[in-house]
């Protein structure tokens, strides 16, 4: 069964450093989300994004967050400057159709800011 | 304003019975969907079930099913015959079709914990 993968699964970084967040959605999936979830809270919306470009970000998807398809497979999350607050579980999520279609979610990649 | 409540952070059931958690959402838009997924402690999420708004029957998926009503905006996630494995953070989400912004993205509640006790 198609599933989407996240890599990598657990992430340090020392604050003010960049990461890459990295995401393979389900491979005929048209619309791509990212959600973050810090310890023990729900899970939020940051971004999503459709035909190569930003569809809706929220407040938390500030200038020191990017996403990028580089190329058929992949969809990245940048963060340019990390903060200690950017310490959460990151989820990528993909889904073939936005208004009907079920969003699969990724592993998620786990990330801790220092 | 939440738009999506779930109003029990934990919850235990004994296994083999079965157990409801509860969501109520709270939307203007005429068509919307209704999700539930699993967290267990690996920390992924797994998709559930789903309840468009315009369906006529709840919907199930095996041992799970979603009691929709659709007045008093709830929906709920029946789970019978309790599991061990069912051990797990549980989350209700909405997607709006019509929002303001339109991108399907998913809002969700806070979660509830449930503990299957053998």
């Known amino acids: 069964e198609p599933e989407v993968t996240q890599t990598p699964s657990h992430q340090v970084t020392q604050m003010g450093q960049e990461v890459i967040l990295r995401c393979v959605p389900i491979?005929?999936?048209?619309?791509f989300y990212w959600y973050r979830q810090i310890l023990g809270q729900k899970v939020e919306f940051l971004v999503s994004?459709?035909?190569?470009?930003?569809?809706?970000k929220s407040e938390i998807f500030d200038d020191q967050f990017s996403v990028e398809r580089p190329d058929g497979s992949n969809f990245t999350l940048k963060i340019r400057s990390t903060k200690l607050e950017d310490s959460a579980m990151y989820f990528c999520?993909?889904?073939?159709?936005?208004?009907?279609?079920?969003?699969?979610f990724g592993p998620g990649t786990r990330l801790l800011v220092l | 304003a939440q738009k999506i409540t779930q109003t029990q952070p934990g919850m235990f059931v004994q296994e083999k019975e079965a157990v409801t958690l509860d969501c109520t959402y709270d939307?203007?838009?005429?068509?919307?969907?209704l999700f539930w997924y699993k967290q267990p402690s690996s920390g992924e999420m797994i998709f559930l079930i789903y309840?468009?708004?315009?369906?006529?029957q709840n919907a199930t998926e095996g041992r799970y099913s979603l009691n929709f009503q659709k007045a008093r905006k709830s929906a709920n996630l029946v789970i019978s015959a309790s599991q061990l494995g069912d051990s797990a953070m549980y989350f209700c989400?909405?997607?709006?079709?019509?929002?303001?912004?339109?991108?399907?993205?998913?809002?969700f509640g806070q979660g509830t914990t449930l503990q299957v006790k053998p």
């Open positions: 999520a993909s889904a073939l159709e936005d208004r009907t279609e079920t969003q699969y």
């Open positions: 939307t203007s838009d005429p068509s919307y969907g």
């Open positions: 491979s005929n999936h048209l619309y």
């Open positions: 994004f459709y035909n190569n470009e930003i569809s809706e």
């Open positions: 989400a909405m997607r709006e079709a019509y929002g303001s912004s339109n991108t399907g993205k998913l809002i």
């Open positions: 309840q468009g708004s315009y369906d006529q």
